[in-house]
């Protein structure tokens, strides 16, 4: 089978693997979409080590189940499912608690194990989630990052009515945005580049500009950077809550008496719990997720998707063959 791999740091490049072989607890499954993302790219970056070259990449994807491994119950051949892309060994002290999102022995997809941007791949059967209907390939590989925001918002407990603000709007940003506009939050944003500012603008939410003095209830730190997470804090009406999914790694200027005074909630919110979140997103999915998709390439288009990816607003996609009709 051909697979996306990266071969040196800034160069992906189409590789033959041989077709993997479903353990019997897995299900195999021929891919049809996989999305691009910020975690994606600092691999490509070499910012993320991975454990060899080339590498397999990829972790946001779609597919039909073309083979079930003989242990497997309630997934059956011709199934199209969406792929929860961090496989948790359910039996660590984190995930007997039920905070699978801090799995000691996590796998996760395209960084600790090979990713999904490749024809066939084996998947534990829990982790292939089937397909809500009605939702083409192009919107079904925003599920994944778009949990990523629906498990933040639901950990952050914002209810309709509430004035939220996003701050960064990559497509993670984005997709909070859809999730927060559809629950019926008054939602602000903050973001530089003008695209994706227009795109969140599409979306519904409202740029933060002469109203930069509002503060909000609700908080959601997207951008990953160090001045996105002072603003995040500061921006926190009293009893707000702050919570940050990007993932800045140098020290921040946060003034304690802040957040005492102000009675804040400043939280950390990571991936996804197993399988609520999955549960919920796949049940119930948001009408919005297709306008947030803004560019398609092919497997053999891969090093383009990835050296653009970061310019584009919204998101980037690599389609694996089968167009993605609405089912
Ligand atoms: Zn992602
Ligand atoms: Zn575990």
Known sequence: MRALALVEPGRVEVVERPDPEPARSEVLVRMTGVGICGSDLSVFDGHREVPGAPWVLGHEGVGKIVEVGGEVTGRHVGQRVVIEPNYCCFTCASCRAGFTSGCENRKIVGINVPGVLAEYVAVPAPFAWLAPEGLATEELVCLEPYTVGAAASSRAEARPGQRALVVGTGSTGLLLVVHLVERGLETWFVEPAVDRAELAVELGARPLGEDADLRFEQVFE???????T????????????????????????????????????????????????FAATTAAPPRGLGRVVRCRFTLEEGQEAFLSARTVAGKSWISLGEEGAPT
Do not use: F, N, W
């Not at 997207?222 to 996105?228: D, I, M, N």
């Not at 702050?242 to 990571?270: F, H, N, Q, Y």
């Open 222 to 228: 997207t951008s990953g950077t160090v001045p996105g």
């Open 230 to 277: 002072e603003l995040a804090v500061a921006s926190a009406a009293p009893g707000g809550a702050v919570t940050l999914l990007g993932l800045a790694t140098d020290p921040a200027k946060i003034v304690p008496a802040m957040i005492v005074r102000g009675r804040l909630t400043v939280r950390g919110s990571m991936i996804y719990e197993h399988p609520g979140d």
